[in-house]
């Protein structure tokens, strides 16, 4: 069975930072490229960062690049999204997705709230 399990949410003040943790069971996790996505309340889901299988290779949308910062850890099955600086428009609730496209392989985690505010 298939899981994908965020933790690590939770409120923070604006300038603060949080790191999130998602930990994977049920498929081979090294085999997959691993995405944080983000959802506010009324917006449409978007990628935040992406790490993949070989290489380790990142990406970020702009607006997270220098302030977030993608890893994982193959031997623990988890991937991890420190985030730095948070601003008040960084709420939102980050999902954790795993992707192999070669065999259409597509999971999501249940999410975990971010909440910035003082």
């Known amino acids: 069975q298939v899981q994908l399990v965020e933790s690590g949410g939770g409120l923070v003040q604006p300038g603060g930072s949080l790191r999130l943790s998602c930990a994977a069971s049920?498929?081979?996790?090294?085999?997959?490229?691993m995405n944080w996505y983000r959802q506010a309340p009324g917006k449409e889901r978007e990628l935040v960062a992406g790490i993949t299988s070989v290489g380790g290779s990142t990406n970020y949308a702009d607006s997270m690049k220098g302030r977030f910062t993608i890893s994982r850890d193959n031997a623990k099955n988890t991937v991890y999204l420190q985030m730095n600086s948070l601003k008040p428009e960084d709420t939102a609730v980050y999902y954790c997705?795993?992707?192999?496209?070669?065999?259409?392989?597509?999971?999501w985690g249940q999410g975990t709230q971010v909440t910035v505010s003082s």
């Open positions: 997705n795993a992707v192999r496209m070669m065999f259409g392989r597509n999971y």
């Open positions: 049920g498929f081979t996790f090294s085999s997959y490229t």
